[in-house]
């Protein structure tokens, strides 16, 4: 399977292995082509379980903490020039507005950027380049909720990056009525 001929090739090329599974997120085989390499494929598919039950159980916290604080949680993508290319919205963040889910406030940046006060559209625009710049912002401003109605709202962002930099979270909390 691995073609591990030599002893000193082996852990090259599981190293080889396990970074194309952790680039293109395919899974390990279950079964090698010989008994060692079976056996190390098992382990590491017992250590890939592990941590996604892992982060399962912090998933869990986190929206039960966040539940708890009447907070929503969001997440924006950047590429390398600053640019978004993705953004998630918790039901709760959803919630808050008086959304149900992702049917009526898609996983885009426009239901926010178009929920946002005119008055605050340029506010909420310097914060977003400050959290380009991987800074911990806070900021108080008005968004419309579905029933069309302005509430005052205070987002914390903070810069939690991948491996390449690119991922910013943050946190949306109701404020007044």
């Known amino acids: 399977m691995f073609g591990f001929n030599k002893k000193e090739d082996n852990f090259e090329n599981l190293l080889n292995i396990l ?23 098992s382990k590491f598919n017992d250590l890939i379980r592990l941590k996604e039950e892992e982060i399962l159980e912090k998933e869990k916290i986190t929206r039960s903490v966040s539940g708890a ?5 969001w997440r924006i993508d950047l590429d ?3 640019g978004i290319t993705g953004v998630e919205w918790s039901d709760e ?40 710049e991987g800074h911990v912002t806070e900021l108080k401003y008005r968004m419309k909720t579905r029933t069309g109605k302005y509430r005052m709202f205070k987002s914390v962002s903070f810069p939690v990056s991948d491996r390449n930099g690119r991922i910013k979270n943050g946190s949306l909390s109701s404020i007044g009525g």
Request: glycine fraction near 10%; hydrophobic fraction near 30%; charge should be negative.
């Open 80 to 82: 390398t020039s600053g």
């Open 19 to 41: 970074e194309k599974v952790l680039q293109d997120g395919s899974e390990l085989p279950s079964i090698g082509q010989n008994e060692k390499e079976t056996e190390l494929l």
């Open 93 to 132: 963040f959803r919630r808050l507005l008086g959304y149900t889910g992702e049917d009526d406030f898609p996983n885009k940046a426009e239901p926010w950027m178009n929920s946002i006060h005119p008055e605050d559209k340029e506010l909420a625009s310097g914060v977003m380049a400050e959290l380009r």
């Open 69 to 73: 604080l009447n907070s929503g949680l």
